[in-house]
């Protein structure tokens, strides 16, 4: 097994097992759900939005998620907590963009992608089973949608 398989394995099941922000925020400014049919992956994304000082732009300075799902979509969404916090919205839409372009293989993205991406590169490896590729951008696809607008629900059918 290489190292990064190891290192994919390991992170996978530490998320997994103890998923960082794993709660509901009282009063979020945004929240929604998220569902993966094919897998039974669900996910409910709570967000605070906090005024920058810039007009117009948010800074997500709070996250939550609560589910059930495969090891895949909570340890996703945990990792997914971790780095969005703190990020504007636009920063937390690129990361989407990079983290999709990642695990759906998509032309033009490299390993130049992975570096804005931080610990989601170890994530990587999700990109050589297309099945498991929803059950990673689930908790992606509910920000976009917490972040669109409120109470909004998506499926990734
Ligand atoms: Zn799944």
């Known amino acids: 097994m290489s190292e990064l398989d190891e290192l994919y394995q390991y992170m996978v099941l530490d998320h997994n097992n103890n998923p960082r ?8 400014d945004r929240a929604a759900n998220g569902y993966n049919p ?28 609560l589910g ?17 916090k703190g990020k504007s919205q636009a920063e ?22 992975y570096d804005k991406l931080g610990d989601l590169s170890i994530l990587s490896g999700v ?11 689930l908790s992606w696809h509910a920000l976009r949608a917490a972040l669109d607008g409120e109470g909004a629900s998506i499926s990734t059918e």
């Open 21 to 28: 922000n794993f709660k509901k925020l009282e009063n979020p």
């Open 68 to 84: 059930s799902g495969c090891a895949i979509s909570k340890a996703s969404a945990s990792m997914m907590t971790q780095s969005i």
């Open 127 to 137: 990109s050589n089973y297309p099945s498991r590729v929803k059950c990673a951008i």
């Open 38 to 65: 094919i897998c039974g992956d669900k996910i409910t994304l709570f967000l605070q939005l906090t005024n920058s000082g810039n007009p117009g732009e948010s800074l997500i300075t709070d996250v939550g998620f």
């Open 92 to 113: 937390a839409e690129e990361l989407f963009s990079a983290f999709r372009n990642m695990i759906t293989k998509a032309p033009g993205s490299d390993e130049h992608n």
